[in-house]
């Protein structure tokens, strides 16, 4: 396709990508109204203001016809969403776009690339697999009722609570929480860019310098959660004897922080080669209700699970 052009998104592009967002995937699950997905909630201007370089476009004579983002988390990068607007499927525009993206993921040289995908899709996997990603577990993308009468666990803040003063001390805390989990794993950018935009909160878990978790909430219209529910972005615990007991504390503050903002639905997905926390999650009462596969791709190559083995009490949405 000779006039197709493949660049960086700009702020001008955000209603056309959005658009093409809600009605490719809209489409691909069979809405009535494919642009009624994701209702209230958006990903496009969120994602941009938290990874700018990373988000990209395609255009054929000046019409936009493809968007997708990269995630920077540090030591991994993550893939997605990509979508091509649906009169434009199958012409090898989802393939000219992860030319480019992948492109630049491997020049951030990021230890590890991850991606969400549909199990279900021999196409999918086949298009990722063409790029070096390797199908590995499935991640339960799980939901539970809010109750509405929990208490805040003690030793409980809220990243907007603080005084800008103290905000680059804790954005450290939760590195080294998330280094401890990954090597060189950092969610900085992903806290920011909830704080700047109030699309949600980073629940901090343990006072200062005792920190021993966080968990990055969206809740609201423009977040990626909407206004319905909590959707936990990613939380983690510090890799420590005490991880189980944490995680439980650091959920049930997730729960607690969905009933003060209205909602009754919390969604929180884990991969299963986290196997306790897995079972920690069944046992505290979340049950899947969407089923994507993690691929994955190493820089050397060497097919390693990054931080979806058994011992990591994480959360995380790829999607
Ligand atoms: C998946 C998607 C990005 C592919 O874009 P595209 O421009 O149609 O892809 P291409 O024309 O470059 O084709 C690439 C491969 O995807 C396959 N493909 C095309 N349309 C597809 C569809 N609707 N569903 C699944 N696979 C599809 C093609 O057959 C091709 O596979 P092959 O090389 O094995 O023959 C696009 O169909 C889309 O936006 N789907 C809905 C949103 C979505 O699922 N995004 C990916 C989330 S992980």
Redesign the pocket.
Known sequence: MSNLVIRQMKEQDFADADRINRI??G??FGLETPSAFRGDGEVVAGRFAANPDGTFVAEIDGTLV?CGFVMDWGSLGLL?????AVD?????????MLDEMTRFMDSRKFALQG????PQ?P??I??YE?YGFRMKRITAVMERAVKADGEMPAEVRCFSDLPSSEKPAVLRECRRIAESVYGGLDLGGEILSIDRAGFGDTILLGQESAMTGFACCHQGRGSEAGSPQTVVKFAAVRSAANASSEFEKLMTACEVFAALRGTNRLVAGTNTGRTECYEAMLDMGFRSWMNGIAMLKTAGGDGNDGYNVPGVFSVDDWR
């Open positions: 490719a995937f489409t691909f493809a997605g969403p990509l979508t091509v434009a499927w199958g012409r090898g525009i989802g393939r000219a991606l969400f995908t549909h899709s196409t999918h086949r298009l063409a």
